[in-house]
Structures are given as structure tokens and as C-alpha cells.
């Protein structure tokens, strides 16, 4: 087979993909398969349909280049997803809380998935990109209480 055959037989097959798992838009024509929540690099097999915008805000674009507004907005929606008390308000209590949680892992942010604003679910997606990958490139295995709690201990919040 040629390269052009190739190319016309990938044109033709269908994919079952229906919305972007980050914005929950309609996917139609061109999109990605995004490996998630393991990135491929650390050896993840499981992928996720990602409309372009949402593929190039988690793997392209860094998260210091986002406009301020859509960081803002992203942390925001993950932090109000947490089951904090209201009184919780300073970044360090908010740390603090997230880090002494053991029982608060990346499991207990992919069942309440659905509530999350779109921006927060692809920061999310960027902060356990990191996390898998840090582990990976030190030959651990990723076992945090969860990424989001690295990520709120992080300068790139402060």
C-alpha cells in the first residue's frame, strides 16, 4: 500500500467519537485522541476525544501563556469543586486542607468530572499531565493524594 492509499483509507474510517471530553463540545471532521489520565509518554493507553481548542490549551499552550482571565476562571472551578468548608479562603489553608487529605484523590475529581466548568477540566488534564510525567522521568509511579494538591502548593498560583 501507498502512502496515498493509506492517507485515503484513514479519510474514510469513521470514528465513534461524539464530544470533547474537556468542553463537552460537539466533535465533527478533525479532532484529537488525547491520552488521559496517563499521558502516553508515562506509558497511559486510554484516550479521550479533544476538540482541537481543548487539546492545544493541555498540551501546547503553557499554562503561564493562558490569558488571566482563563486561569482565573480554571482555578476557580477547581478549587469551588472541593469539599471545603467556606471558611477556607487563604491560598495556605487551601493547600493545607488539599495536601492533608489522603482521602481526597485524582478519583474524587473525575467522579464529580461532569460538574467541573470546561477551562477547569482541561487545567486538570495539565496538572495530571505534569504530575504522570515528573513520576515517569524519576521512575516512579504517580500515587499523590492528588495532582490538583501539587499543583495549589505550586508557584504558578502564588
Known amino acids: 500500500m501507498d502512502p496515498k492509499q493509506a492517507r485515503q483509507l484513514a479519510r474514510t474510517r469513521k470514528c465513534s467519537c461524539a464530544v470533547c471530553f474537556y468542553c463537552d463540545v460537539k466533535v465533527e471532521g478533525r479532532h484529537e485522541h488525547d491520552h488521559f489520565p496517563v499521558p502516553r509518554v508515562a506509558g497511559g493507553r486510554?484516550?479521550?476525544?479533544a476538540c482541537l481548542d481543548c487539546h492545544d490549551l493541555k498540551d501546547r499552550i503553557l499554562f503561564n501563556s493562558w490569558p488571566v482571565g482563563a486561569c482565573l476562571a480554571a482555578i476557580q472551578g477547581l478549587v469551588e469543586s472541593l469539599p471545603v468548608m467556606d471558611n477556607l479562603?487563604?491560598?495556605?489553608?487551601?493547600?493545607?486542607?488539599?495536601?492533608?487529605?489522603?482521602?481526597?484523590?485524582?478519583?474524587?475529581?473525575?467522579?464529580?468530572?461532569?460538574?467541573?466548568?470546561?477551562?477547569?477540566?482541561?487545567?486538570?488534564?495539565?496538572?495530571?499531565?505534569?504530575?504522570?510525567?515528573?513520576?515517569?522521568?524519576?521512575?516512579?509511579?504517580?500515587?499523590?493524594?492528588?495532582?490538583?494538591?501539587?499543583?495549589l502548593r505550586s508557584p504558578a498560583i502564588g
Not at 486510554?46 to 476525544?49: A, G, L, S, Y
Not at 495536601?99 to 495539565?126: C, H, M
Open 46 to 49: 486510554d484516550v479521550v476525544p
Open 89 to 151: 479562603t487563604a491560598r495556605e489553608d487551601l493547600t493545607g486542607w488539599a495536601v492533608s487529605q489522603r482521602e481526597f484523590t485524582d478519583a474524587e475529581i473525575l467522579r464529580n468530572w461532569t460538574d467541573l466548568p470546561s477551562l477547569s477540566r482541561v487545567l486538570y488534564g495539565k496538572v495530571r499531565l505534569i504530575q504522570e510525567e515528573r513520576h515517569h522521568r524519576a521512575g516512579r509511579k504517580y500515587a499523590g493524594p492528588s495532582a490538583l494538591a501539587s499543583f
